[in-house]
């Protein structure tokens, strides 16, 4: 069954460098999202795409945050200058168009700031 | 407000029971759908279950059902059967209207299935 893959599966960096996580959506899916959860929080909606622009966000996703569709394939997060409170589990995830179409997760990046 | 409430931080089940986790939601749209999700303890978020507003019948998906009761606003996921792998955070999300493609989340139920 095709399915979202994450790389890294954990990422550990220092506070104020950058971080670009990846994702691998699944391939016949035209929305992309990701989604962020802090260690014994609920998971929490950060931004969605599609046709190559972000269609969505929420008011986590400030000017720190980018994403990008740099090839056919991949899906990226940039967290620029990262900070201690960005230290979560960050999950990509995609779908089919319509409003009833699930949305299929990755197994998460686990981002450790130091 | 759109907000998802799961009262029930942590259930527990005996293998071959059924279990009920609590799901209610709030949203002033008339058009929106339920997602019930699974969290293992490796941490990936696997889909169960969904809902829609407008759907007349409770879903199903093997195990899984879906209790709906629209005027009360609540999705309440019934596993049948459970299985001692069925023990995981269980995630109930909204899309709270149609026009919008982010998911709200509830906080979540602990189950744990014990023999």
């Known amino acids: 069954e095709p399915e979202v893959t994450q790389t890294p599966s954990h990422q550990v960096t220092q506070m104020g460098q950058e971080v670009i996580l990846r994702c691998v959506p699944i391939s016949n899916h035209l929305y992309f999202y990701w989604y962020r959860q802090i260690l014994g929080q609920k998971v929490e909606f950060l931004v969605s795409?599609?046709?190559?622009?972000?269609?969505?966000k929420s008011e986590i996703f400030d000017d720190q945050f980018s994403v990008e569709r740099p090839d056919g394939s991949n899906f990226t997060l940039k967290i620029r200058s990262t900070k201690l409170e960005d230290s979560a589990m960050y999950f990509c995830?995609?779908?089919?168009?319509?409003?009833?179409?699930?949305?299929?997760f990755g197994d998460g990046t686990r981002l450790s700031i130091l | 407000a759109q907000k998802i409430t799961q009262t029930q931080p942590g259930m527990f089940v005996q293998e071959k029971e059924a279990v009920t986790l609590d799901c209610t939601y709030d949203t002033s749209d008339p058009s929106y759908g339920l997602f019930w999700y699974k969290q293992p303890s490796s941490g990936e978020m696997i889909f169960l279950i969904y809902q829609g507003s407008y759907d007349q019948q409770n879903a199903t998906e093997g195990r899984y059902s879906l209790n709906f009761q629209k005027a009360r606003k609540s999705a309440n996921l019934v596993i049948s059967a459970s299985q001692l792998g069925d023990s995981a955070m269980y995630f109930c999300a909204m899309r709270p209207h149609y026009n919008t493609d982010k998911l709200i989340f509830g906080t979540g139920t602990r189950l744990q299935v014990f023999p």
């Open positions: 995830a995609s779908s089919e168009p319509g409003g009833n179409q699930p949305q299929h």
């Open positions: 795409f599609y046709n190559n622009e972000i269609s969505e």
